[in-house]
Antibody, heavy 121, light 111 residues
Framework: EVQLVESGGGFVQPGGSLRLSCAASGFTLSDQYMDWVRQAPGKGLEWVGRSRDKGSGYTTQYAASVRGRFTVSRDASKNSLYLQMNSLKAEDTAVYYC????????????WGRGTLVTVSS | QSALTQPASVSGSPGQSITVSCTGTSSDVGAYNHVSWYQQHPGEAPKLILYEVSDRPSGISDRFSGSKSGNTASLTISGLQADDEAVYSCCSKSIIGSPWVFGGGTKVTVL
């Protein structure tokens, strides 16, 4: 069974850092494009960033709102995806989901349950 | 404010059909057939119910169908059931800005 489990969320002050993890099971992470998507309280979903598969050199892409502050990475040995978040702002407060791309169909067919990040002083 | 516009809420009685609209621009919904829809029950992860406008993933009921006309995509739920009560969000590939844009979500209520 395919499963994604996020962890690492919590409370952090503005300007602080946090690293989120997404542990994958049931499939090989390196074979898939993976994304982070967030949802601020009471708001819609927002795409955050992408890590392409091994064949694409694990290249990354980011939303303008997080570019230069957030970094997506992977650890193939742990079958895990990460989101390093630096210089956090109040507007980064959200539930962060990792999601598996549906192999070139421009959709995400597997999502984790999310982890809540709260940025506040 | 979300890039794609959805109604805040739609309601219907059991057995009825409802339609949720998702309006974008010629740079997103109108530019591609890469529109997907997600169902989200409270406290749960989003679940893919349609991709490429009208394709259903394995295991998704054929009561869910999709279409697109110009800059507006639509999700239709037929034979409405109690478990369909959830928030439905659309997503589209985009030419400009963020490569993926979402709607703000529509709360579907089964009366």
């Amino acid at each position: 069974e395919v499963q994604l489990v996020e962890s690492g969320g919590g409370f952090v002050q503005p300007g602080g850092s946090l690293r989120l993890s997404c542990a994958a099971s049931g499939f090989t992470l390196s074979d898939q494009y993976m994304d982070w998507v967030r949802q601020a309280p009471g708001k819609g979903l927002e795409w955050v960033g992408r890590s392409r598969d091994k064949g694409s050199g694990y290249t990354t892409q980011y939303a303008a709102s997080v570019r230069g502050r957030f970094t997506v990475s992977r650890d193939a040995s742990k079958n895990s995806l990460y989101l390093q978040m630096n210089s956090l702002k109040a507007e980064d407060t959200a539930v962060y989901y990792c999601a598996k791309d549906l192999s070139g169909r421009y959709a995400w067919d597997q999502w984790g349950r999310g982890t809540l990040v709260t940025v506040s002083s | 404010q979300s890039a794609l516009t959805q109604p805040a809420s739609v309601s219907g009685s059991p057995g009825q059909s409802i339609t949720v609209s998702c309006t974008g621009t010629s740079s997103d919904v109108g530019a591609y057939n890469h529109v997907s829809w997600y169902q989200q029950h409270p406290g749960e992860a989003p679940k893919l119910i349609l991709y490429e406008v009208s394709d259903r993933p394995s295991g998704i009921s054929d009561r869910f169908s999709g279409s697109k006309s110009g800059n507006t995509a639509s999700l239709t739920i037929s034979g409405l059931q109690a478990d369909d009560e959830a928030v439905y969000s659309c997503c589209s590939k985009s030419i400009i800005g963020s490569p993926w844009v979402f709607g703000g979500g529509t709360k579907v209520t089964v009366l």
